[in-house]
């Protein structure tokens, strides 16, 4: 079935909460594991048609905002959502206390009561509203994004479609572009400011009524970091200022004498070569049908699962009006169908999202059988480490893509996710002094932002933009808006997927058995866990961080970038 005849219904709340009670008052009268064990199926299956449903109306809302009929359902979901995970909640106090407690983890695994332990911490009835109000807020800066109408060069354009004059050749052209882009935050930074102001608030709130001290609490357990917290990720940090800060200041030194400029200023940081970024050489019809190629030979597996993609209309690729900006993937359970959504500009990006993207939707595609909804991903730092895994086990295809240009594409590619790095953390850092301090006023947390750009980033020259100076840049960043504390998993994962790299290079087989493995795991265990079984070392290992950059740093170091 495609997408476009997936049937989309909005539930009855009522219904379903009349539903639920009357599978928990079962639940708890069964005598029985075999009964309770009937009993969750059922609830599974419930949640499948109501999730599933949410799902559809999100991937429906981001690819036309305009599209008043799916706004209206984004709002009632919007609404609506606190009050069904409250219905979760119960049930997952019912399976914590279950007499059949051990015979149910048995089967279903000890991460299962792991995730209903800490969920049930993160919600009440006290704090329905407060969560209702979050998700507006969210959902007014997703629109709020999407509404930038940019005119540049006689045509009016979205921040996605600015993106490849911010990386022309010509550096007028770029600074232009980039001014352009940051005219449009400049001009609606009250309005960014005002969302977020009011978000912290919110979330501090929430936070407190739930009886933690502040927000970060809170949101390590919504994030469900079990085995690891904010002391280990402060030391992980410290350990990338240390060992990949002076890295990252090689490389860009490297970059502004490719670029043969006296110095390098923020909008020269994502040109890489004078020649130009690397570019896929077709259109997104071309890259698909190349990524079919490229599947069909990775392995039976991905051939499987792109024919799939493919076959059902699961990708929305290309950047149009009034489509949400950014790139994810998602999973329609009913349909046990991931969904790619994406903005192809014609960037080396949009060969990014073919592979990182697919990388989720793939490993979500191959857990699927866990049949259970809290096991489709993984925690988020686990779920990242297949999307970029995936980007480094497609090397030996991007000839199809940049045709000359692959080894150009290459050394940025695993340049860029070097340096991306020390920003992650940053991203990091800042959210955990704005939510450990709620009462900073919006110019508080611009100078914040500024101080630790500098300590993490500190090659960055702002020449006279006056809102990026001011410690504006991290106002187009999603994830500090929709999803707080988010952000500091890209940087795990990526040290997990650099391992992976090495072993691709070391024993490709070997290394593409334990990756399908961990895909097939999908988020039955803990990231520690998941990293163990996958035999990746952990992140947070003192010393682990010199050891896995090293490779990565001797390679770029290897290779001649003058002749691009």
């Known amino acids: 079935m495609k997408f476009k005849e997936f049937e989309y219904k909005r539930p009855n709340i009522d219904d379903i909460k009349n539903k639920f009670n009357d599978f928990l008052k079962e639940f708890k009268a069964a005598d029985s594991f075999e009964k309770q064990d009937e009993i969750i199926k059922k609830i599974n299956e419930l949640r499948n048609e109501i999730e599933s449903m949410n799902t559809i109306v999100e991937i429906r809302h981001t690819i036309d905002t305009n599209d008043s009929f799916y706004e209206g359902e984004q709002s009632f979901w919007d609404n609506n959502t606190p009050a ?94 980039s001014e352009k882009k940051y005219a449009f935050f400049t001009d609606n930074s009250k309005e960014f400011d005002d969302i977020y102001d009011k978000l912290v608030k919110v979330r501090t709130r929430i936070a407190k009524k739930l009886g933690f001290n502040n927000f970060v609490e809170l949101a390590y357990k919504r994030m469900l970091r079990s085995d690891y917290n904010s002391e280990m990720v402060k030391s992980f940090r410290e350990q990338v200022k240390e060992v990949i800060v002076p890295v990252s200041e090689k490389l860009v030194e490297r970059q502004r004498k490719r670029l043969g400029l006296d110095k390098i200023k923020y909008y020269d940081l994502k040109l890489y070569f004078k020649s130009g970024n690397a570019k896929p050489h077709g259109d997104a019809a071309w890259m698909v049908k190349n990524a079919q190629k490229m599947y069909g030979e990775l392995s039976d597996e991905t051939n499987e699962f792109f024919k799939f993609m493919t076959e059902n209309g699961l990708m929305d690729l290309v950047s149009k009006k009034g489509k949400g900006s950014g790139g994810y993937c998602t ?128 090659y960055i020259d702002y020449e006279d933009n006056d809102f990026l100076e001011n410690g504006g840049y991290w106002q187009q960043q999603r994830h500090i808006y929709e999803s707080p504390f988010y952000y500091i998993d890209y940087t795990l994962a990526q040290l997990c997927a650099f391992q992976f790299w090495k072993k691709s290079l070391d024993n490709r087989e070997e290394a593409w058995k334990d990756y399908l493995a961990l895909c097939k795991l999908g988020g039955s265990m803990s990231f520690l866990n998941l990293i163990k079984n996958a035999k990746l070392v952990s992140p947070f290992k003192p010393g682990s961080m010199k050891a896995i950059i090293d490779p990565v740093e001797k390679w770029i170091d290897s290779v001649d970038d003058s002749k691009f």
């Open 84 to 177: 069904y995970e409250a219905m979760i909640a119960d049930y997952y106090k019912c399976l914590i206390n279950s007499k059949f407690r051990n015979a149910l983890e048995k089967k279903w695994g000890k991460q299962l009561f792991t995730i209903a332990e800490y969920q049930i911490s993160t919600i009440s009835d006290e704090v329905i509203d407060d969560l209702k109000e979050e998700n507006e807020l969210s959902s007014k800066y997703t629109k709020l994004l999407a509404s930038a109408k940019i005119m540049y060069k006689g045509e009016e354009r979205n921040l996605s479609q600015m993106v490849p004059f911010t990386l022309s050749k010509d550096r007028e052209t770029r600074k232009e572009a």
């Open 331 to 458: 999973y329609i359970s009913k349909y046990r169908s991931p969904f790619i959504f994406s903005n192809f500009n014609g960037t080396s990006g949009d060969v990014n999202v073919l592979t990182h993207e697919a990388g989720h939707a793939f490993q979500v595609f191959s857990s699927r059988d866990l049949n259970i909804p809290e096991y489709s991903f993984p925690t988020y730092e686990a779920a990242e480490i297949h999307s970029m895994s995936m980007e480094f086990f497609t090397w030996p295809w991007m000839k199809l893509f940049f045709e000359e240009e692959e080894e150009k594409y290459r050394f940025f590619h695993i340049s860029d996710a070097l340096l991306f790095i020390p920003y992650g953390v940053a991203v990091d850092e800042f959210q955990h002094v704005v939510y450990e301090n709620p009462d900073m006023t919006p110019q508080d947390r611009k100078k914040a932002w500024r101080e630790i750009e500098k300590k993490y980033l500190p």
